[in-house]
């Protein structure tokens, strides 16, 4: 399953129906932010994965608590949110008010609201992983190439499919910033975690946009 599929497919559905009836936040915006974490939260856990040390913990946690298993049951979506907000503070570190801070902006999920709903949806982006790394038969000394890999066959899709509905989605919340950007909000995401291509560097210059935004929090990340 690609990560394009986690966006659109039924997971999303029942995430974002889960939040919204938990949070009273629109569907929209819930799709909006798991379209922009799961590459953001990807993209940290490739970088921390170049540590060896970083890569054998992670490697241990997916194999311990996420088979993937949460995809498709979404009863474990509340049950495990206070693992979410832990997931999040590993991941990110210090970075995580600032994270959140940017995301609660773009989004307008209120800050109160943001870091909760983050940790929601935090062990179903942990819980794709791991489903990915069984059927890619990885080790710690793998995740590297398959976290990259994931976001490079995201961002591929995501060029091709210059109209889709999550674009739609993605247009509608991030609001006027994406009137400055490409047309296709789900690529520029995209590439703003993988470094940027021409397109993005552009759009840096021209500023605005959600992966510029992106791009000057995650310091090159």
Same mark, same amino acid.
């Given at each position: 399953?690609s990560l ?11 995430v974002?129906e ?6 009273g936040?629109?569907r ?9 974490a799961a590459?953001?939260i990807i993209s ?14 992670l490697?241990?946690a997916?194999?311990?608590d996420?088979d ?5 049951d ?11 907000g832990s997931?999040l503070s590993h991941i ?6 600032n994270v ?5 902006q773009n ?6 609201k ?5 940790a929601?949806l ?5 819980g794709?992983i791991g489903?990915?790394?069984?059927q ?5 000394g ?12 995201a ?9 889709? +509905? *999550? =674009? /739609?989605?993605l247009? &509608? @919340?991030? $609001? %006027? #910033?994406?009137?400055?950007s490409?047309? !296709? +909000? *789900? =690529? /520029?995401?995209?590439g &703003? @975690?993988l $470094? %940027? #291509? ?5 759009q !840096?210059?021209q500023g ?6 992106l $791009? ?6």
């Amino acid at each position: 399953m690609s990560l394009l599929d986690l966006l659109t497919g039924n997971t999303s559905n029942q995430v974002a129906e889960k939040a919204e009836n938990k949070f009273g936040i629109n569907r929209n915006q819930i799709i909006a932010l798991l379209a922009v974490a799961a590459p953001l939260i990807i993209s940290y856990l490739r970088n921390k994965s170049q540590d060896a040390k970083e890569a054998e913990a992670l490697n241990n946690a997916l194999d311990k608590d996420h088979d993937g298993s949460i995809l498709n049951d979404s009863s474990q979506l509340e049950a495990r949110e206070s693992e979410g907000g832990s997931i999040l503070s590993h991941i990110f570190g210090g970075d995580k008010q600032n994270v959140e801070n940017q995301l609660s902006q773009n989004t307008g999920i209120s800050i109160d609201k943001i870091g909760p709903v983050l940790a929601m949806l935090a062990p179903v982006i942990m819980g794709y992983i791991g489903k990915e790394k069984q059927q890619s038969n990885v080790g710690a000394g793998g995740l590297g190439d398959l976290l990259g890999g994931i976001l490079g066959n995201a961002s591929n899709q995501a060029q091709a499919q210059q109209s889709s +509905p *999550l =674009n /739609d989605i993605l247009g &509608s @919340v991030l $609001g %006027g #910033g994406q009137s400055q950007s490409s047309g !296709n +909000p *789900l =690529n /520029d995401i995209l590439g &703003s @975690v993988l $470094g %940027g #291509g021409n397109n993005n560097n552009q759009q !840096n210059q021209q500023g605005g946009g959600l992966g510029d935004i992106l $791009g000057s929090f995650l310091g090159g990340k």
